[in-house]
């Protein structure tokens, strides 16, 4: 015909009025490429939340799957939990057994205090490594032992079976503390459990619950659990043994807890003296003005000094904190921060103010979901976009510390997809790389199974 036929052809992959075909692999040089070392071809069947990096180098991988790399069909279980080696295979030295009845939302190792070695798992369970429905005594919160175990005791409980006497006892978790939503203050799509945070013998749980929850086994039978409850809204501390830090956002007098947020909370960081950043749809905390981002101080109250000013004008979708550039990125639907036009993409000091040159100056065709810091001060960033500052990027891009597109990292095609979270690690050459974690469809024009692992060359 007469008309021009015009596309841009980036990493196999062809342009035309904001749609895009696939085409053969083609793959244009540059510094960003998938770690093909990192062997996974199958991948997790469904989302995967969280990375985490184990002492011997291996990672435990944790979400709503239940199968990696077809492992299933061998009858190993995978709910939501698998610890995988360095080059992306399964890994069964841990005991994790069928796993959790529900998602895995968040997971940490504890490194110091009494339980050290140990893991805690947050999400939607309530129960882990049973194969019996009724056996649901977790709420939403539980510790793994070093070996992947459930951390459990035996209880006495009432018997209502006095010719049975197996019902005397149960067998229940050694950490007797959970969590819970009793009203619905919190409206939309929410995740109860966002984060789980360990210091020394305290563990933190950040998310949209309204209520925590002790086991109380003097009342209980083998088959149905009576529980106390307090009303205590997104964030609290226990002790080791999942008892409830009432000296933490809490007034033993009058037995109420602070407001919390007015809107949920999407994500949080934990800083080392214990403070926490939380990021979501708030614009109020404990009463206060406090637009989507506020900090809580070690002990629990507002830290009014954090220098965000008047904060995001659009929600915050997820928050990190890189210990080495001591930088702090948040991304979402925002277009100003603290009164600054930043297109969905901010980065902060440490004290909450703005970090001095960076821009975030437009994006176009939707927004960032997630955004990270590594080591060397690029920011990956990914969403749903196809153009930044006027640049095609369709879903994933390097910046540099000051915001402008790291020259020769992007050179990746489509992203399709979200990512979740990250780890940064090293590739099989020696250079930085991420593992990257989430509902990852589509990377660099491959087929991608929610986890890849990028190589970045220097």
Same mark, same amino acid.
């Given at each position: 015909?007469?008309?021009?036929?015009?596309?841009?052809?980036?990493?196999g992959?062809?342009?035309l009025?904001?749609?895009?075909?696939?085409g053969?692999?083609?793959?244009?040089?540059?510094?960003?490429?998938?770690?093909?070392?990192?062997?996974?071809?199958?991948?997790?069947?469904s989302?995967?939340?969280?990375?985490?990096?184990?002492?011997?180098?291996?990672?435990?991988?944790?979400?709503?799957?239940?199968?990696?790399?077809?492992? %299933?069909?061998a009858?190993?279980g995978?709910?939501?939990?698998v610890?995988?080696?360095?080059?992306?295979?399964?890994?069964k030295?841990? %005991?994790?057994?069928?796993?959790?009845n529900?998602?895995?939302? =968040?997971?940490?190792?504890i490194? &110091?205090?009494?339980?050290?070695?140990?893991?805690?798992?947050?999400?939607?369970? &309530? =129960? +882990?490594? =049973?194969?019996r429905?009724n056996?649901?005594?977790?709420?939403?919160?539980?510790?793994?032992?070093?070996?992947?175990?459930?951390d459990s005791?035996?209880?006495?409980?009432?018997?209502?079976r006095?010719?049975?006497p197996? %019902?005397?006892k149960?067998?229940v978790?050694s950490?007797?503390?959970?969590?819970g939503?009793?009203?619905n203050g919190?409206?939309?799509?929410?995740?109860?459990?966002?984060?789980v945070f360990?210091?020394?013998?305290?563990?933190?749980?950040?998310?949209?619950?309204?209520?925590?929850?002790?086991a109380?086994?003097?009342r209980?039978?083998?088959?149905?659990?009576?529980?106390?409850?307090?009303t205590?809204?997104?964030?609290?501390?226990?002790?080791?043994?999942?008892?409830?830090?009432?000296?933490?956002?809490?007034?033993?007098?009058?037995?109420?807890?602070?407001? =919390?947020g007015?809107?949920?909370?999407?994500?949080?960081?934990?800083?080392?003296?214990? &403070?926490?950043i939380?990021?979501? &749809?708030?614009?109020?905390?404990?009463?206060?003005?406090?637009?989507r981002?506020? %900090?809580?101080?070690p002990d629990?109250?507002?830290?009014?000094?954090?220098?965000?000013?008047?904060?995001?004008n659009?929600?915050?979708?997820?928050?990190?904190?890189?210990?080495?550039?001591?930088?702090?990125?948040?991304?979402?639907?925002?277009?100003? +921060?603290?009164?600054?036009p930043?297109?969905?993409?901010?980065?902060l000091?440490?004290?909450g103010?703005?970090?001095?040159?960076?821009?975030?100056?437009?994006?176009?065709?939707?927004?960032?979901?997630?955004?990270r810091?590594?080591?060397?001060?690029?920011i990956?960033?990914?969403?749903?976009?196809?153009r930044?500052?006027?640049?095609?990027?369709?879903?994933?891009?390097?910046?540099?510390?000051?915001?402008?597109l790291a020259?020769?990292?992007?050179?990746?095609?489509?992203?399709?997809g979200q990512?979740?979270?990250?780890?940064?690690?090293?590739?099989?050459?020696?250079?930085?790389?991420?593992i990257?974690?989430?509902?990852?469809?589509?990377?660099?024009n491959s087929?991608?199974?929610?986890?890849?692992?990028?190589?970045?060359?220097?």
């Open positions: 015909g007469t008309g021009c036929l015009c596309f841009t052809l980036n990493d992959t062809a342009a009025d904001n749609q895009t075909f696939f053969p692999g083609l793959q244009i040089a540059g510094k960003v490429s998938v770690d093909k070392t990192f062997a996974v071809i199958n991948g997790a069947n989302t995967v939340y969280t990375p985490l990096r184990l002492p011997s180098g291996n990672f435990v991988l944790s979400g709503a799957f239940d199968d990696y790399e077809t492992t %299933k069909v009858n190993l995978l709910g939501g939990i610890q995988v080696n360095t080059l992306g295979a399964v890994d030295s841990l %005991k994790f057994g069928v796993g959790a529900g998602a895995i939302t =968040s997971m940490t190792r490194t &110091s205090g009494s339980q050290t070695g140990k893991f805690l798992i947050g999400g939607t369970f &309530s =129960s +882990f490594n =049973s194969r429905s056996r649901q005594n977790i709420n939403f919160l539980t510790r793994l032992n070093v070996d992947g175990t459930l005791t035996f209880v006495d409980v009432i018997n209502l006095p010719n049975d197996t %019902k005397n149960d067998t978790p950490f007797n503390g959970g969590v939503l009793f009203g919190f409206g939309g799509v929410f995740t109860l459990v966002k984060r360990s210091l020394g013998d305290k563990v933190y749980v950040v998310g949209n619950f309204d209520r925590y929850l002790k109380f086994y003097e209980s039978t083998f088959d149905t659990k009576v529980y106390d409850n307090t205590i809204r997104q964030v609290v501390r226990m002790s080791a043994d999942g008892s409830m830090d009432s000296t933490y956002r809490f007034d033993v007098s009058t037995k109420t807890s602070p407001a =919390s007015n809107g949920v909370v999407n994500d949080a960081v934990q800083l080392a003296d214990g &403070s926490l939380l990021v979501g &749809s708030f614009t109020t905390f404990d009463g206060s003005t406090k637009n981002i506020v %900090k809580l101080k629990g109250t507002v830290d009014q000094t954090f220098a965000t000013g008047t904060g995001a659009g929600d915050i979708l997820s928050i990190g904190y890189n210990a080495t550039t001591n930088k702090i990125v948040v991304a979402g639907v925002f277009t100003t +921060f603290n009164g600054q930043l297109a969905g993409v901010a980065l000091n440490v004290d103010s703005l970090s001095s040159g960076f821009t975030f100056p437009s994006l176009s065709g939707g927004f960032p979901s997630f955004a810091q590594m080591n060397s001060g690029k990956i960033v990914s969403g749903a976009f196809n930044y500052n006027g640049v095609l990027r369709q879903g994933f891009m390097v910046l540099n510390p000051n915001g402008s020259n020769g990292y992007n050179n990746t095609g489509v992203f399709i990512i979740l979270d990250m780890i940064e690690v090293t590739s099989s050459d020696g250079n930085p790389a991420a990257l974690v989430g509902d990852i469809i589509r990377f660099n087929a991608a199974h929610n986890v890849i692992k990028v190589e970045f060359q220097n």
